[in-house]
């Protein structure tokens, strides 16, 4: 099982506090080849239940050099997840959480924007 990401129990403290009840840490998929784990950097898998709405949240750092690299690795992590999750855990919906520095600014741009959006 991967290592957990820097930022992986501020974040599920965050989602505690919010009022969600974490019910997998990390949310298992499996695939033709094995097993992965939505999560972070070294990743792990939040999922959590609150309502009635489901979630999965993928943590990532941003803490190497590259913020571009960074992202094309969690872009296609989060598209492989996502694929998985649908057919899979169909109820969640998957989120991805970074830093607040690097949704300000990494994320603000229209080339990060335009990828999210599209």
Do not use: C
Not at 10 to 15: D, G, K, N, T
Not at 42 to 65: C, P, T, Y
Not at 80 to 88: D, F, G, T
Not at 96 to 113: E, I, N, R
Request: proline share 3%; no cysteine.
């Amino acid at each position: 099982m991967p290592r957990k990401d820097t930022f992986h129990d501020i974040v599920r403290r965050a989602l505690e506090k919010d009022g969600w009840t974490i019910t997998h840490d990390p949310l298992l998929l499996r695939y033709e080849l094995g097993k992965l784990y939505i999560d972070l950097g070294a990743e792990k898998v939040l999922a959590a239940e609150r309502d009635g709405q489901k979630i999965a949240v993928e943590v990532k750092s941003f803490l190497q050099n590259s913020t571009i690299s960074e992202f094309y690795s969690a872009l296609g992590q989060f598209i492989s997840y996502r694929i998985l999750l649908a057919e899979q855990y169909p109820e969640y919906i998957l989120y991805l959480a970074v830093p607040l520095d690097t949704y300000t600014s990494f994320f603000a741009t229209q080339l990060a924007q335009g990828i999210i959006n599209s």
